[in-house]
């Protein structure tokens, strides 16, 4: 595996016929992620597969979000900036951190933020459970385990 330039930083891309290949080669479309947020905090959706041992199958998005590098000449990289969770939405955690992190951090790396599966302005995954199995807090059933 080498290392590409592919909207985002440096990714992984993968040998030729590998079904995650397409998944490495993204044109992502960046947008301001919202009036009421920094005009610097832009937005782009991502597509992953929903089972990456099933990459050819169902394909969801990611929401994600950057702060850009202050300079690009002295760009270094990106800090991705992980909520926590679980159902915790990231994708304002760029605009959130910037003003608490050195103004060397700010200058040399892309700061970025997501919305992970299910949450946020990601896909909503359900795994077809009914609404009072989705709830946060919900007692085991071995019915419904596997889904």
């Known amino acids: 595996m080498t290392t590409v330039m592919a909207g985002l930083t440096p990714v992984t891309a993968f040998a030729a016929g590998d079904p995650l290949q ?19 905090l832009e937005c782009a959706k991502v597509k992953v597969p929903l089972d990456y041992s099933d990459p050819g199958g169902r394909k969801i998005d990611l929401a994600i979000s950057r702060i850009k590098a202050g300079s690009t000449k002295e760009r270094h ?6 909520p926590g969770g679980p159902g915790v939405p990231g994708l304002t955690m ?5 003003p608490l992190l050195p103004a060397e951090v700010r200058e ?11 949450v946020g302005q990601s896909s909503p995954i359900g795994c077809d459970l009914t609404g009072d199995e989705q709830t946060f807090q919900h007692p085991y059933s071995a019915r419904t385990f596997a889904k």
């Open 22 to 40: 397409q998944y490495a080669q993204q044109n992502l479309r960046w947008e301001r992620c919202d009036t009421g947020q920094p005009a610097a």
């Open 77 to 82: 990289g990106v800090l991705l900036m992980n």
């Open 94 to 98: 760029p605009a959130e951190m910037e």
């Open 108 to 118: 040399r790396f892309d700061l970025v933020g997501f919305d992970p599966r299910g």
